[in-house]
């Protein structure tokens, strides 16, 4: 019989419950920038609750969107998010670096004079991006109205707020661009980037109120998961993760993290330029290797070196939450509870079945199927596994 971890009936039922949750996205920083598979806050928030304590640290070792850290940090917990991609890193440090009153107030005047000063402004505008592909495909009418506010964004005073900034112009752009048959008109635009403007204080405003605590660190690391026990950051800290939260890549699973789909087929890596960072890499170098791959070696090796590298900055008392999904479920379920073990965790059970086995929670992803074979396949299942160091 596998190990059972003990939680209370309450706690045991409102996991199991925030699991299955499929309420839309909402409440605090969350809206800031529809990152890919996303999980689901209410999850991210009992688990949270169930496996940690105030002001413990929480690691998420694959960020993404830092859902994990916005809730680790609405609920008096300590944070640290680990990513790959420079797209997350920074959505992630938008979301969960505070700002007062005064700077909002700043970020509001200056969008709302912004969108004025742009209906009739004429500039001429670096050339870098266009030539280094990051505009290809984005609509001539968008790209120069994001180029625009772009070309304003310095003027605010401060980083954390000129960051905001391009959170707000990012997530507007994803609006008008990203999966759109007919490209909004650029009124429809500035509207919009107004209307994202206000959410996003919003947002802010609630996180900060439900920070009681506002001394908490919250640390976002662009980096690979493998290695990760070398990192400065990492070796710095003075506390233990007491609960690792996360939502690996999933083996053969087609998901585009850091480019957006332009009507068709056409892709975009236009995220990176509105967001000022250079990218080089293809799909795979964000998900453990190609889905295409037969047997997915890659992803697996990749899997055991960056679980191997968490083995090695955790304790006995670290617990492992991950929610995870399988293009074929039925053969790589247990090879992946394979590397988890020889990277140095056991699989704990929060309920048997009546033969003593592990009763893993799953959930059907809601409004979602992934692309996950050449031939037509497709997954909607995602599991809860629970680790204990070994």
Known sequence: MANKLELPNDLFEKFSDAVINSNPVTGLTHNFYRYPARFSPEFAKQAILSFSKPEDLILDPFMGGGTTLVEALANGRNAVGVDLSPLATFVSSVKTTPLGEKSLDKILSWAENVVKITKSEKKDMPSFWAESGYQKDVPWTLRRIIELILAHIPNLPRLDQRRFAQCVLLKTSQWAIDCKEETPSVERFRKKFIEYTYESIDGMNELNDS??????????????????????????????????????????????????????????SAPFWIIGETNGHTSSHYTFGDYRQQHHKKYFEVALQSFSSIRKIVDDSTTVVQLIGFSDPTRQLQKYLDIMESAGFKEVALDHNRNGNIKRLWRNVPNRKWYVDVNGKYQSKEVVLVHKPA
């Open 211 to 268: 920070m009681e605590e506002k001394d908490l660190l919250c640390l976002c690391v662009n980096n690979s998961s493998v290695g990760l026990e070398k990192y400065s950051q990492i070796k710095s800290l003075k506390k233990k993760p007491k609960l690792i939260l996360t939502s690996p890549p999933y083996p053969g699973v087609h998901i585009i993290y850091h480019q957006w789909q332009v009507q068709s087929r056409k892709r975009t």
